[in-house]
């Protein structure tokens, strides 16, 4: 087994046990930062043909991983430099910004789901060896959480099913339309944009939890 492979593994254990001991119901959160997804295809246009990523660490989720690579995202009213690419390839390119990302570039991306990207708007992507201008592809994320199936049974919820999610401390509040969804490939965690963690004092690790009707 492989040194980052075993480091996951230990990683995601150490969280589960950390679940048993805050509340068998937490959710563990995590915080991200823009980013952008890419085809292969987008990749070899901005990289040189049959370009592969370079991993820099493993993400949470089960086969994700943030690449050395960053790119230059271009809008109509500014620029955003050193943009993080998470690999593996996708079918198609998406990009993932805040709200505060869009009025930097002169776009207002719609919050949307991962891979929901019909009638999104574009922007114009600069790597080292080439530039491509996406027609659509720019979206806000919303906010989410990830559950494998045995999760999902033990917080009887389904997925895509919409709920709350409430968080404690000094600037408590109460998150709606957060999306559930539910994969036997998913690792249980929150998803939240670094905005949104920010108006509710999270930083990555910290726990949540989900509020159930009456």
């Known amino acids: 087994m492989k040194e980052e492979e075993l480091i996951r593994l230990i990683t995601a254990e150490v969280v589960k046990e950390l679940c048993k001991r805050n509340n068998s119901m937490a959710i563990p959160v995590a915080?991200?930062?823009?980013?952008?997804?890419?085809?292969?295809?987008?990749?070899?246009?901005?990289?040189?043909?049959?370009?592969?990523?370079?991993?820099?660490?493993?993400?949470?989720?089960?086969?994700q991983f943030a690449a050395k690579e960053k790119v230059k995202l271009i809008g109509?009213?500014?620029i955003l430099e050193d943009v993080r690419?998470?690999?593996?390839?996708?079918?198609?390119?998406?990009?993932?910004?805040?709200?505060?990302?869009?009025?930097?570039?002169g776009i207002m991306p719609p919050v949307r789901p991962s891979g929901d990207l019909a009638d999104t708007p574009g922007c114009i992507v600069v790597g080292p060896k080439g530039v491509v201008e996406l027609k659509n592809g720019?979206?806000?994320?919303?906010?989410?959480?990830?559950?494998?199936?045995?999760?999902?049974?033990?917080?009887?919820?389904?997925?895509?099913?919409?709920?709350?999610?409430?968080?404690?401390?000094?600037?408590?509040?109460?998150?709606?339309q957060v999306l559930v969804r539910v994969s036997p490939n998913f690792r249980l965690e929150m998803h939240l944009d670094i905005e949104e963690g920010n108006a509710a004092g999270l930083k990555n690790g910290n726990f949540v939890e989900i509020l159930k009707e009456g």
Do not use: W
Not at 151 to 159: E, H, N, Q, T, Y
């Open 85 to 105: 690419i998470l690999g593996p390839v996708r079918n198609q390119t998406q990009v993932e910004i805040s709200i505060g990302d869009g009025y930097q570039l």
């Open 138 to 176: 720019v979206i806000c994320a919303q906010r989410h959480i990830h559950m494998s199936t045995e999760d999902g049974a033990r917080f009887k919820v389904r997925d895509k099913e919409i709920v709350k999610v409430r968080c404690g401390g000094l600037r408590a509040l109460v998150f709606d």
């Open 31 to 63: 915080l991200s930062n823009r980013h952008i997804h890419l085809s292969q295809k987008d990749l070899d246009c901005l990289f040189g043909p049959g370009y592969t990523l370079t991993k820099l660490r493993d993400l949470s989720q089960p086969g």
């Open 76 to 78: 109509p009213k500014g």
